[in-house]
């Protein structure tokens, strides 16, 4: 079993930057990699990027491949980050991240997810 807990989520105003957090606690040995995604009121949850246990190799979907967002992890504590700049309105969204199972062209078989955090980012 995996436990994430994503943190650092708060209200923004628009061209500000926030840092996520995601806390990955359990059976360290059952994942292989951890995926960030969104979901904003009304839409499909979206994937935005995943890293490689570790560190090193990471992946961005198209459309956070431009440099906003930054996936990262400390490599020891466990913990994943999720630097986003430059925040727009439209990035407002719960922001999810999840434990993947398997890597194959960025993480997959996500079998553990967090909870959530809000991101509200005003104009």
């Known amino acids: 079993q995996v436990q994430l807990v994503e943190s650092g989520g708060a209200p923004v105003q628009a061209g500000g930057s926030l840092r996520l957090s995601c806390a990955v606690s359990?059976?360290?040995?059952?994942?292989?990699?951890v995926g960030w995604f969104r979901q904003a009121p009304g839409k499909e949850r979206e994937g935005v990027a995943s890293?490689?246990?570790?560190?090193?190799?990471?992946?961005y979907s198209p459309d956070f491949a431009k440099g906003r967002f930054t996936i990262s992890t400390d490599g020891v504590e466990n913990t994943v980050y999720l630097q986003m700049n430059s925040l727009k309105a439209e990035d407002t969204a719960m922001y999810y991240c999840?434990?993947?199972?398997?890597?194959?062209?960025?993480?997959?078989?996500?079998?553990?997810w967090g909870q959530g955090i809000q991101v509200t980012v005003s104009s």
């Open positions: 999840a434990a993947g199972a398997r890597w194959s062209w960025g993480c997959a078989d996500y079998q553990y």
């Open positions: 359990g059976n360290i040995a059952s994942y292989t990699c």
């Open positions: 890293i490689y246990r570790g560190g090193g190799t990471r992946t």
